[in-house]
């Protein structure tokens, strides 16, 4: 299918606007369907999640030689990793300077030096299975237009450059507009992360490992062995359990209070190879503005990625939003022909740093890799290291500046920590405290929430009219979804669960469906 009849197929009819419609990434590398799991298991480890942090550490412990089974709600590598902007770097827009000042040089360079090895152990696989994903190296920017902000970045370049990094000063770059100072680190890379992991999971599975997709973990017992418990009634008894899905599904040491739930718009489309940037590009102004070029069709084109806008999901409109990152994509690089649009989902933590480790004080077998705040990639390839030093035994140099018991942060942690929860409760109670339109008002392809007696119905109207009601409480902890008519999805603004019109669970930690209800 062309961009022409992408764009025909997806018109937003509700506004005569073209939907968000779905990843590049995805639709380019459908990959082959793997089972659900229908019967019990036992192995050595269970890995929740086949993202980049789930299949790293299964692929890397498979290799260790432990039987791993990777259950995924769907399909792998279709979640936060399969939406990404697929930037794989250690420079992480103005970490460096942050850690320096509010933990110590020491984990400044800690996390340089765990962030530069997963991007080097990403081209030793890539180089060892001979992985076609479109591997390029470039220099990655984190780059300012305001003068007033040019201290921020030579702070960071000093930094990055005292942690580590070959990192410098530079006031010239490939973009069509002039910065004020930019931060580079050469040597980076940018690849097709689905292409990648795809043929990960080949050779994970080629070395004994199991993989499962459409399979729903709905409980997890701790013990000697554990136990996991799917929606389909299957048991997995294992010696580890690793959770690696982006927003942890157990929380068991309170990390939904030190997460916060991030979307952001991606725009991309054909641009001439002459216009490419020749880099990986990002700044924290104008809401972010992320940008980055790969390879596309043989006729001297390249895809333009652009992304920007972050939101929470479930919070305003992100018809704007897109409105908004269009405009300026293509005021910056007027050749291109915007024709795809998706979303990407991250989640911050209050201290900075993933947490990646045990998954609560108590735990012996049981491990989480969560909070990645918009490094995935690399955090997700660095996780697969680190877990599988924790399970098998192994020393890791960075063990305690990821750990999520980590205490010493928890005076810093505790204005942002507050914050999140703020938030959290002002959409528990103000939500419900809103009016509601009634249902006649709401408009095809459009969603609202609308009250019934007490309890608060999630309407949504499709293109013929007909209306589809579920409720509108979230399955995870009660807080109210609301409707992205740009996605055409419900979403929660607590904790990020995301549901499509017919309730089923697109996104967690929600593991449970809508509740459908009469009207």
């Not at 709600?73 to 939406?83: E, I, N, S, Y």
């Not at 009634?233 to 010696?239: D, I, W």
């Not at 992205?484 to 979403?491: I, K, L």
Request: proline residues 5%; hydrophobic residues 40%; contains cysteine.
């Amino acid at each position: 299918m062309d961009d022409a009849q992408r764009q025909e197929q997806h018109p937003g009819q509700a506004r005569g606007r073209r939907r968000v419609d779905g990843s590049y990434w995805i639709e380019t590398a459908p990959g082959p369907e793997r089972p659900a799991l229908t019967e019990d298991l036992d192995v050595d480890v269970v890995v929740i999640g086949a993202g980049m942090a789930g299949l790293s550490t299964a692929y890397e412990l498979t290799r260790a030689g432990l039987g791993v089974a990777v259950l995924e709600a769907r399909r792998v590598a279709a979640g936060v990793t399969g939406h990404t902007t697929a930037k794989l770097t250690a420079l992480h827009t103005l970490v460096y300077d942050r850690l320096r000042r509010t933990r110590d040089a020491r984990a400044a360079g800690l996390y340089a030096r765990s962030q530069s090895e997963a991007v080097e152990r990403a081209w030793s696989l890539v180089d060892e299975l001979g992985i076609e994903c479109e591997w390029e190296t470039r220099s990655a920017y984190t780059y300012v237009r305001d003068a007033d902000r040019v201290a921020e970045v030579r702070a960071e370049a000093e930094a990055a450059r005292e942690a580590g990094l070959a990192a410098s000063f530079v006031t010239e770059t490939g973009l069509p507009f002039p910065v004020a100072g930019a931060v580079r680190v050469a040597g980076q890379a940018q690849f097709h992360p689905r292409k990648y992991l795809l043929a990960l999971t080949a050779d994970l599975v080629a070395r004994g490992g199991r993989v499962f997709e459409n399979t729903v973990v709905r409980g997890l017992s701790e013990g000697e062995p554990c136990r996991v418990t799917t929606a389909g009634g299957a048991t997995v008894r294992a010696r580890h359990v690793v959770v690696a899905t982006h927003y942890p599904v157990f929380d068991r040491a309170l990390l939904f209070a030190r997460l916060a739930p991030r979307r952001e718009l991606v725009v991309a489309g054909p641009v001439d190879a002459a216009e490419d940037p020749d880099g990986m590009y990002i700044t924290p102004e104008e809401n972010t503005r992320s940008v980055r070029t790969a390879p596309y069709g043989t006729d001297g084109q390249r895809l333009l990625v652009v992304t920007g806008e972050h939101f929470t999901p479930g919070t305003g409109d992100s018809w704007a939003r897109l409105d908004r990152l269009t405009a300026w994509a293509g005021e910056h690089f007027p050749g291109a022909a915007l024709t795809r649009s998706w979303a990407a989902q991250d989640t911050d933590p209050t201290d900075t740093v993933a947490m990646v480790g045990p998954l609560h004080q108590a735990a012996r077998n049981t491990y989480v890799a969560t909070g990645f705040g918009g490094w995935g990639l690399s955090g997700g390839i660095m996780a697969g290291g680190l877990l599988t030093a924790l399970i098998t035994g192994r020393d890791c140099p960075w063990r305690e500046l990821y750990d999520p018991r980590r205490l010493r942060t928890a005076v810093r942690e505790a204005p942002a920590l507050l914050r999140n929860q703020a938030e959290v409760a002002r959409h528990f109670v103000g939500d419900r405290l809103r009016p509601s339109p009634p249902v006649e008002a709401i408009a095809p392809g459009e969603g609202a929430v609308v009250r019934s007696g007490l309890d608060h119905l999630a309407v949504y109207r499709d293109d013929e009219g007909s209306t589809h009601t579920l409720s509108a409480r979230c399955t995870h902890l009660g807080c109210l979804v609301a409707f992205d008519s740009a996605e055409r999805t419900w979403e929660c603004p607590c904790h990020g669960s995301r549901f499509d019109t017919e309730g089923r669970v697109l996104q967690g930690p929600a593991t449970e469906p809508l509740e459908r209800r009469e009207r």
